[in-house]
């Protein structure tokens, strides 16, 4: 691929430019001031390949507040752990439309539909602290050695922010509680969970960061998080349920496994190839960056690295 | 892949051998008499190549009735027309739990949430009816050229079991005309639906037939049913939403794009590689082959062709 | 309550009066053409007492559609014959609101919540069809001789309307067909259904005919229709099923049993005292007439004859 | 009524002893210890006459949890000082099958459908701390004013209980939070909602405090808590939604306007003659007292007392 460097590079800055106006059609999250209060103009987009090599343009070393894109690298701690034990706590289904995510929860006893919609992730959470002791800790460990970047951390006016804002979030954990699918309390899951999605990184960390997933487990060190069934389950998961509720649309229009966060990054994964990872702030009506997925599906259609 | 011919061989072998105990975990389908009589542990599996091989093992060039694979070739035709367009008719998300069908149906009003759903496969069959007037017949016309076997045709015992245990279809598709969102008539629809689904095929008829969306959309006879972005479009919708409410349980195990039907039978999609069908009648509680599932994971497992 | 006579004419005059400005708040049913037609300002009022009076104000004696008041005498002539076993094939719970009505029927397996909303009052006329052979014919025999009137009968040109706008109601008895709750064809059952609703009759000729259900089940000619218990239980299911999904509300403005027709009719029931019937085309979110639900409001308030 | 006096405790007798056995088709509440220790087979049934009298039979004079009963009075507190103003903050209308109670709150974006059900009853809770600051303690005066015992408390020991088991109260108040549709804190609400649950009242002591239902809002003292009109409006809300999701059965096989509570206590109003409570702590499936239905029904039998 070092060949293809300079192709590659040139496209990214293709897709940079042609991708910027569609900002144009979202919206910056606005649920909490701080995160309200970014320019939705901005796009950033980095890859970084199984070859070593990190590529980048635009607002590539900007950090932005990476929000659920966190919870695909919880699930994969978790599952290193777990392993299909996990699958007793949360499904693995794609949720359908939002407003079922509640009546999903009732109708399955307290068993959120996946790892990814909120629900899940305050059970995946809850498991990291069952292991660790430390959900948060935990993860920023395993972002800082696999970005090697040693300083990434909470945004602590985003955590607060989101925390003063968290009913629905308690309501989940509460609801969970009830059906006995949390152990430990619903105030320590709620406070990892706030700040494991509080944590503030760049596209270029990201793609490294989530290197592992396109190196079948492998981490920056050589030894394995996962294995390759299990890398490959993780990426599975992200492909059907990583983008909210358009995993559908996303399949369609990107062929890649991915993880958003309302944050505006998206996570997408080339198995084999590379991390590839863009941001724009600006968000569509199912909460993924407009900017971003037109970059990944130009991405995609240019050099046909879908998964399909 | 020639060279790799005797090793494939070995495998499916092997798989078909290991897999078959499994079908005592399931239940053929027994909603109608045509199907309930089928002996559930029968097993076969079939791989068609895109260097032209055809590799089979077990009751690999039995014909069963396809079933719901039928919708796959029915949605390719369908977007070969309509493209884009056909998304106005019908959604292409994941569907959640079934339960929710009807209540999405009404909440969306009148649109499914994906060509694979009864619901949705009724709309496709309603757009091939306005295309060319015969939805049935231009299914079986794809069928006979790709496979090269002229016999293909419906089970008409199937089709007449099928039509009088039809009230559920006949409530869908009353359901989607009072949205106004079929063409033609119920009757007319339903006609065609059911005898699409019971079509009878081999698992090596199959594999053939469905070579094109391994091929990225090319035919048998070299011309191009899809455009290669259509052929990765259709292997993500058989990714999401091909195994009923499975779907992230067969992309977890299996890794491929798939469609499986009532009668046993699951295709499964290798891009680039070729298309690999099992056909086992035993089915689990979400309607797939026990023991198809089972040899497809085999087979991607030992293979490592998913696409994760 | 001769006595009272000249007041109560006096009473329902000024109400009458008063109340026809709240037509402007509403819109008449437009779903079929033969209904869209009539004026929505029209208001008329009956009034007939257990005594025997008839009083009535406004367009008391303009017939019009009694759509699905039709359904309170259709469910006294089956109870009368089933019983309580009527409550195996229907519920009697109110609906909640509407988007539940398909899901509900799914959940609980085919059997419909209450016999008012569509797919209970289908499960009733095919009742009716078991009893009779002749649901439609049997209703207009007892319409017609409780209100004396030997000339009442079906509009046909509202049941042909109707008729090809039914795909909702063909959706909902395929689907209890499905769950073996019909017992009649899906086709007789929708044609009885259909005409039962579009039978024409007056205000006046509507009290008469609903005086048994304040009689406590005694009809014109000194005969019991049904028995105490059941006349009372016919009533509690008008007062927490008879008006859509604003039966509550209903209940908390009128506080009477009470069935409306989106043919702009309200028959309400005053146990002990008699029927009272409003008309006045123009009707609110839930179905129900707007100046029809403010005059029995005022009505109630006036005379204080509610069951609260 | 005095001359009824004799033949209505007679009445009283006989029901007591005759619906007594029917307490072994129920299940005595069992999700928190407090109330799990109570004997199945006690039977209580006191009723207060507008007349001034009270009658009673079996266990009416032992005290028990009312549990959902303190809503009945809750609401007619909150009604009394907010008018049609409530109805901003919480619906009146029955609330379908139980499955719906989470998704209707999703649906109707934190509005509660009616005030009896939990999430209904905490913003009613939350209206009394509005108005008063101590919601708890101004229905404990309501409560001891009417029945003339000053010494009805909190029971701590089922308050407690309640409370380490609250997990799903404190989800709903949490969601209906992030709606904005509470004013005080969750924990506030959530304290004065258990403690006023774990009120404890024999049924003399509830038939007297209630007995201002029956008499259109007149108390002990002369004056008036509602005013006719809203005294009416309380006992609509009662008949369509005081009875869980049997409310619909409730008031076919009673027909009054009554009140249920987990703790085997029912309140019923009869509008005008009296306040008829019983007590069996035996439950059935929708959560109402088995034995208590029982007598109540053979009651209103009996006397013809029904509102129908």
Redesign the interface.
Known sequence: MTANGPDLQTLLDEITLAARPFAARGRVADYIPALASIDGARLGMALATVEGELLGSGDFETRFSVQSISKAFALALVLAKDGDALWRRV???????P??????????HGVP??PFINAGALVVVDRMLAHTGDACGTLLDLLRRESGAADIDVDLVVARSEATHG??N??????M??YANLESS?VTVLDHYVRHCAIAMSCSELARAGLFLARHGVRADGTHLLT??E???V???L???GTY?????F??RV?L?GKSGVGGGILAVI?GRGCLVVWGPALDKSGNSVAGVEALDRFT?ST?W???
Chains 1, 2, 3, 4 share one sequence.
Do not use: M, W
């Open positions: 499904g693995r289904e794609p949720s359908g439309n407003f079922n995510s509640l009546v999903q929860l009732e109708v399955e539909r996946n009913h629905r308690a309501a989940l954990a509460h609801f509680a009830s619903v390759r069934s890398a490959k389950r990426n599975s998961i492909l059907t349920c509720d358009a995993a559908g649309d399949a369609y062929g496994p198995p259609t046909g879908s998964v399909f």
